[in-house]
């Protein structure tokens, strides 16, 4: 356990040192136009952030597999939020970290507006993730029970989706989502027709 803090003191004190020095880069910053030199060590800390949230995904996953060890859910190891968290800071475009924090906060905190605030964001940062999009498709028609809302990122997963093997799967998705969408328009209005001939036959009231 002392192994696995002094571990995670070590990352965090790299990240604030990576952090001082990235700002103090950028305050050094002359104002005219940047030269070829100049920008590409500005690329270099950007890589270096990128770097350094891969390191951390596989801190991350280390701690997936000795969660799965003792029989338990992944999605409810609340432990891993921090490092989803700085993960994301550090690269807002990892959409496998954003995916695994969605997890985490419906099923170990259910939160469920967290999850969907987390996930908004992912979404943000990665408009054409159909990885991303598929799991709010999941998350809205599944979980919410709202297929309508489902409906619009399960297209957009259709869209963005080019591997043929996952495109033939959100596809699927779709029409399951399409038909959820329609059974409960049809639902909904079958309700307000009973509440309408409620109200012109109040005859028909049972006391």
């Given amino acids: ?10 990352l965090i004190v790299l990240f604030v040192g990576m952090c001082i ?6 305050r050094a910053r002359p104002s005219e136009p940047p030269s070829k030199d ?27 597999h000795e969660y799965l060890l003792h029989g338990k859910a992944w999605t409810s190891n609340k432990e891993m939020m921090g490092l ?13 970290a954003y995916a695994t924090g ?5 099923d170990g ?16 940062n990665n408009p054409r993730s159909w990885e991303l999009h598929n799991l709010a498709a999941v998350m809205y028609a599944g979980r919410l029970h709202k ?15 080019k591997d043929n093997f996952y495109r033939r799967r959100t596809i699927k998705l779709l029409h399951t989502i399409e038909k959820m969408a329609a059974e409960t328009q ?9 509440i309408a001939n409620e109200f012109e036959n109040p005859s028909k009231r049972q006391l």
């Fill in 1 to 10: 356990m002392r192994h696995k803090v002094a571990i995670i003191c070590t």
């Fill in 21 to 26: 020095v990235e700002n103090s880069a950028v």
């Fill in 38 to 64: 100049t920008s590409a060590i500005y690329a270099l800390i950007g890589e270096f952030r990128v770097v350094f949230a891969n390191l951390l995904w596989i801190k991350a996953e280390n701690y997936h």
């Fill in 84 to 96: 989803i968290r700085l993960i994301t800071i550090l690269d807002p475009r990892f959409v496998e």
């Fill in 102 to 106: 969605t997890y985490i906060y419906m």
């Fill in 109 to 124: 905190y259910r939160d469920y507006p967290k999850a969907i605030e987390f996930l908004h964001e992912g979404l943000a």
């Fill in 147 to 161: 297929p309508k809302q489902a409906l619009i990122y399960a297209r957009q997963a259709v869209r963005y989706c």
């Fill in 186 to 194: 049809k639902g909904s209005a079958d309700q307000q027709g009973a």
